[in-house]
């Protein structure tokens, strides 16, 4: 468990937090062996769990691999510093392993041919979701932080579905109505950037016209380190919780929240989910 400590401070799972402060807490307080003995285990077994998972799925391809390690050690912060990213970018908002092999499943259960990604970073999802689309296969991904463009093509170029790549730079709002303008559709919709946007992005998504029939958004942090359950929360928590109310109300879809990391939300519009099309 203790390679796990470094990071656990800012895990996305609240509960995993409240075992490690009472955990934390009780080594001062002369508490039996015995409980402490418990707690440890407890706090193992979700660790177990996770390793768990990560072990029976599947390994990623070697250009994946290599995005990750990029992404891992990259001098982010001397770039931010240096005003040569438009901010803050960290390692954690990467997709990563497991969630970039759902994706890639659902990408290729969608016999998907376009895939739309609101928020690129370092280019692991939409490497992820290439890697799961046909020869002729489109991602188009929209990023506004002009350094990454460039990083980008540089690691995705590495592999051979990196040519089914293009990314659109500039305030994802802006790029939605773009797209919607050339009456682009999309079979998967990976909605992954600004928090308090999430709405707005939806919105745009729905109205323009944007998902394909039969198509599927993906909603990445849709628990928002639990904060959409819990009584505080920051301005994104805010947001997410908005978010996912409006779309728990909006009667043209289906949907289904798994806590698979911070949180994935699936949505469908409803007719699609009926085996209407099917059955005709
Ligand atoms: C969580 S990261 C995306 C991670 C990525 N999907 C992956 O697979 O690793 C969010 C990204 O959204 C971008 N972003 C934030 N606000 C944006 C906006 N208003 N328009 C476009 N991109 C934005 C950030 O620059 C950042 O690269």
């Known amino acids: 468990m203790d ?6 401070g800012s895990h996305f799972d609240p509960m995993v937090l ?12 002369g508490v039996s062996v015995e409980i402490q003995k418990m707690l440890d285990e407890a706090l193992d077994l979700f660790f177990k769990r996770d390793r768990y998972c990560e072990a029976n799925t599947s390994p990623v391809s070697p250009e994946l691999d290599l995005i990750n390690q990029m992404t891992l050690t990259h001098p982010w912060t001397d770039l931010y510093v240096q005003g040569k990213t438009n901010w803050s970018l960290r390692p954690f908002m990467m997709t990563g392993f497991k969630e970039g092999q759902f994706l890639k499943f659902i990408v290729s259960m969608s016999n998907a041919k376009r895939v739309l990604e609101i928020g690129t970073f370092t280019g692991y999802g939409a490497l992820s979701c290439a890697e799961a689309l046909p020869d002729d296969g489109e991602v188009i991904t929209c990023d506004f932080d002009p350094y990454l463009e460039s990083l980008v093509k540089e690691y995705t170029s590495k592999s051979v579905h990196g040519r089914k790549i293009s990314i659109r730079l500039g ?7 773009v797209l919607g303008n050339e009456k682009k559709t999309f079979y998967v919709i990976f909605l992954d950037a600004d928090k308090d946007k999430y709405w707005a992005y939806y919105q745009a998504i729905m109205d323009r016209g944007l998902l394909a029939p039969r198509g599927t958004i993906v909603v990445d942090n ?3 380190y639990g904060q959409v359950y819990r009584e505080t929360r920051d301005t994104y928590g805010e947001a997410l919780k908005t978010f996912n109310d409006n779309v728990s109300r909006d009667p043209r879809v289906t949907t289904v929240l798994i806590p698979l990391q911070d949180g994935i939300r699936l949505i469908r519009r409803t007719e699609d989910m009926l085996g209407k099309r099917q059955a005709d």
């Open 18 to 29: 409240k075992l490690w402060e009472l955990q934390e807490r009780l080594k001062s307080t």
């Open 3 to 8: 390679e796990y400590l470094t990071t656990l």
């Open 222 to 224: 849709a628990l928002f």
């Open 171 to 177: 305030p994802a709002l802006e790029t939605l109505n």
